[in-house]
């Protein structure tokens, strides 16, 4: 199964600051995805990181806030632009195996992000 | 459209009785069905899927999962609760559409307590 590594594993942000999280897979994976995790509810899908292309973002997410990047199989990067205290959050990177199961995802360990 | 429905947001059982998480689904195809499970400060790991074979479904550290079509349910089960079972559990439908692609819906989350 594939390997994920997320970094900052946790980080304290200023309001209005940016913060860029990097996900790194030690094999290729077709799917990449990105999660958001608020304190004490489920995951909430972000966006689909697409590789060459722009990433394909769920209702009520945007680029302009969360941009995406993918320039190959095993790296994508999400960044939380202009901090409010509101995205403090768990933000999760996933992937879905080239020769795997349809939605069976392998998750990173997180990024506990605290906005003060 | 798909949706999850776990029955109980907190569950308490003593070690050594039998767990039971509740699940029930709502979808328009044939769904893959998966339970997920996340440890305190950790990503989240796969138990058990359903892919249409086997409707009892094995997974790992001795949990199992029984599809039910005609009760749209996929409850989680173990038959002695350990105390390293205490973490959150995800039940997790996807589906395959040609209205909205690929989705996997997760639900909101069972917090397992497991008292020595």
């Known amino acids: 199964s594939a390997v994920i590594s997320q970094k900052p594993s946790r980080d304290i942000c200023q309001r209005g600051t940016s913060l860029t999280i990097q996900c790194q897979v030690d094999?290729?994976?077709?799917?990449m995805f990105w999660y958001r995790q608020q304190p004490g509810q489920s995951l909430t899908l972000i966006a689909t990181?697409?590789?060459?292309?722009?990433?394909?973002?769920e209702s009520g997410f945007v680029i302009d806030k969360f941009p995406i990047s993918r320039p190959n199989l095993t790296f994508s990067t999400l960044t939380v632009s202009n901090m409010s205290p509101e995205d403090s959050s768990i933000y999760l990177c996933?992937?879905?195996?080239?020769?795997?199961?349809?939605?069976?995802?392998?998750f990173g360990e997180g990024s506990r992000l605290t906005v003060l | 459209a798909q949706s999850v429905t776990q029955l109980d947001s907190h569950v308490s059982v003593s070690e050594g009785t039998p767990v039971l998480l509740r699940c029930n689904y709502s979808?328009?195809?044939?769904?893959?069905l998966f339970w997920y499970v996340q440890h305190p400060n950790k990503g989240l790991q796969l138990l058990l899927k359903?892919?249409?074979?086997?409707?009892l479904v094995k997974g790992i550290n001795g949990f199992e999962a029984e599809f039910k079509k005609s009760e749209t349910s996929f409850h989680l089960t173990k038959p002695s609760a350990h105390m390293s079972d205490a973490a959150e559990y995800f039940c997790?439908?996807?589906?395959?559409?040609?209205?909205?692609?690929?989705?996997?819906?997760f639900g909101a989350g069972t917090i397992l307590r497991v008292k020595s």
């Open positions: 996933s992937v879905e195996e080239l020769r795997g199961v349809i939605g069976e995802l392998f």
């Open positions: 094999s290729q994976v077709t799917m």
């Open positions: 990181a697409n590789q060459g292309s722009e990433a394909t973002y």
């Open positions: 979808s328009s195809y044939s769904p893959s």
């Open positions: 359903y892919t249409s074979a086997a409707t």
């Open positions: 997790v439908v996807s589906e395959i559409s040609m209205e909205y692609g690929n989705k996997l819906v």
